[in-house]
């Protein structure tokens, strides 16, 4: 079963590949049409613009806070009776170093607040952050997306382990997103 879209597709893999060439278009065009200046960083309404630019073409429900409760294998995101709980409390995170910066991006992804699509809001959102921060971003043409799932799927106690991997290096050259 796929997801309700814009796009009218209802074959999963046809609709993953529409997915991943608009939002890697809109990605690009984010930065290039200098967009990407009116994000409040490190705040869920900034996270709500990137993810509603990215995907605002194929979902109706881009930029929104999901209503159904949501998980991927083993790991269940937040309860959506927790979500706008949960979001409040990542805003008021503090994002002032590397360990603070990726702790408040492992709360994001346990919070899961979209249906579709949080990892490549995540993953913009978190260089933001670290570019504003500490003038680096994550090289992720070294990161392989299933390890970092992983990592990031086993636990929020495993918050540490995410900081200090290697398959986690940072730049202070801006890459292309995703």
């Known amino acids: 079963m796929t997801l309700e879209n814009k796009l009218n597709i209802t074959n999963q893999v046809e609709l993953a590949k529409a997915e991943e060439k608009i939002s890697k278009q809109k990605a690009k065009q984010l930065f290039d049409s200098g967009d990407i200046d009116k994000v409040e960083v490190g705040t869920f309404k900034g996270l709500a613009f990137?993810?509603?630019?990215?995907?605002g073409d194929i979902y109706g429900f881009a930029g929104k806070i999901r209503d159904v409760n949501i998980s991927k294998g083993n790991f269940r995101f937040a309860p959506v009776m927790y979500l706008k709980a949960s979001l409040d409390y990542i805003d008021t995170m503090p994002q002032g170093n590397f360990d603070q910066i990726i702790e408040k991006y492992v709360e994001m992804n346990v919070a899961h607040p979209f249906c579709e699509g949080n990892g490549r809001a995540t993953r913009i959102w978190l260089d933001l952050m670290l570019k504003k921060e500490i003038k680096q971003v994550v090289d992720w043409n070294g990161v392989d997306i299933a390890v970092l799932n992983r990592i990031r799927y086993r636990s929020i106690a495993q918050v540490y382990e995410f900081q200090d991997?290697?398959?986690?290096?940072?730049?202070?050259?801006?890459?292309?997103?995703?």
């Open 165 to 178: 991997s290697s398959r986690l290096r940072r730049t202070s050259c801006v890459q292309e997103p995703l």
């Open 50 to 55: 990137v993810h509603a630019y990215l995907f």
